[in-house]
């Protein structure tokens, strides 16, 4: 079955740089996308941006751009977000999710914390 | 960007009764409309693709509908294990980007 498995929780210093794994089991990884979504405590969903596991393209929200850089290793399935100059606001539960090829998200990990605190 | 409007943002109502959220998109964007449950602390489920398929697995008392720039979610006669924060999701091409509405909170009243 088709499965995502997240690192486990951080907490960072503000200006630090944080970077969660996602990996996938269950499926053929080069066959579909990454995307990461993140969510700040009580608040929506904010798409952060996507990657093809096929050839490494990325797509990244104009708001991080600059700041994210998301990344894949296809020989152990497991795709990487990397947020740098971490401010309180970046605080959130970060979901990586696999994208189908209409850009639904039909599995998702179990979510990864990061706390930016100083 | 195209922006979606998703409504209500919250709504309290009975088992067995029938519930509908809408998604407004500020632009034309086909059938690349998708629907999500989210219970708390757990990550979002896929209900709804394309508008209007059901994913495999999901109860057909959730429903879709719409094209274009409206969209509806239903759920036909509401059960306890329904409460959760439902969101909708669009993709965009021009820039590629993709956008999830801003949720609908839904209680048992």
Redesign the interface.
């Known amino acids: 079955q088709v499965q995502l498995v997240q690192s486990g929780a951080e907490v960072k210093k503000p200006g630090a740089s944080v970077k969660v794994s996602c990996k996938a089991s269950g499926y053929t990884f080069t066959s579909y996308g990454i995307?990461w979504?993140r969510q700040a405590p009580g608040q929506?969903?904010?798409?952060m941006g996507?990657i093809s596991a096929y050839n490494g393209n990325t797509?990244y929200?104009?708001k991080l751009q600059g700041r994210v850089t998301m990344t894949t290793d296809t020989s152990t399935s497991t795709a990487y977000m990397e947020l740098r100059s971490l401010r309180s606001d970046d605080t959130a539960v970060y979901?990586c999710?696999r994208v189908?090829v209409?850009?639904?998200?039909?599995y998702?990990?179990?979510?990864t914390l990061v706390t930016v605190s100083s | 960007d195209i922006q979606m409007t998703q409504s209500p943002s919250s709504l309290s109502a009975s088992v067995g009764d029938r519930v509908t959220i809408t998604c407004q998109a500020s632009q034309d964007i086909s059938n690349y409309l998708n629907w999500y449950q989210q219970k708390p602390g757990k990550a979002p489920k896929l209900l709804i693709y394309d508008a209007s398929n059901l994913e495999t697995g999901v109860p057909s008392r959730f429903s879709g509908s719409g094209s274009g720039t409206d969209f509806t979610f239903t759920i036909s006669s509401l059960q306890p294990e329904d409460i959760a924060t439902y969101y909708c999701q669009q993709y965009d091409n021009l820039p590629p980007g993709i956008t999830f509405g801003q949720g609908t909170r839904l209680e048992i009243k």
């Not at chain 1, 209409?102 to 039909?106: A, C, H, L, M, S």
């Open positions: 995307s979504v929506g969903l904010e798409w996507w797509n929200a104009q979901y999710a189908s209409d850009y639904y998200f039909d998702w990990g179990q979510g």
